[in-house]
């Protein structure tokens, strides 16, 4: 007989998901062990076990759901109506309001990724490049000259997006005014270099 689902078992998996993020972000991936991460889940270790067999599986898991979270809530943003430059302030205003929240998880992708096998880093690194591209096409619409070189435009969107993915490095747990800001600071940046500041 099949075993069935428990009617919270979405819910207890991202409570897990949660709490590793916090762990591998806090103590590394080697600081962190299956039973520490069940401990502050409240759980057994089997019961942790039910749903990942291994510290792999969960940060594969922590990642994937981030990172293609954050490439499809870009993708769906709608700026094409804006002007080129409002386009670029939402787009780089969304990317930060995205890591609210998920600095543990940007910390953790920062640090352990490169823990992972190959396969599962491509996969990551897949997500990654459609979210810079998809930066990168607001971008030209600023810049035309971006649009006839790609290699241009996939260093200066790359910048960007670093700009943005530090904030959660040195500003743990902003609040969305701070990250409104940042996101205002970045846009001005891009759009007229230091001199516009």
Known sequence: MARTISADHDAKRGRILKAAAHSFAAHGLAGTSMARIAAECRLSKATLYHYYDS????LFDILDGYLS?????????????????????RMVGEILLAFDGR???QTVYREARS???????DILQSYVADTEAQLGRVLSRCAPTLEQDAEQ???????AFSMLTSFAQWAPQADADARARHADLVTRLMLGGVGAL
């Open 103 to 105: 600095d543990a998880e």
């Open 55 to 58: 510290k792999d599986a969960l």
């Open 153 to 159: 435009r996939r260093a200066v969107s790359r910048l």
């Open 69 to 89: 979270a954050l490439r499809d809530r870009l993708i769906w943003l709608s700026v094409e109506d804006l002007s080129p430059q409002e386009a670029l302030r």
């Open 115 to 121: 823990a992972l096998p190959r396969e599962k880093q």
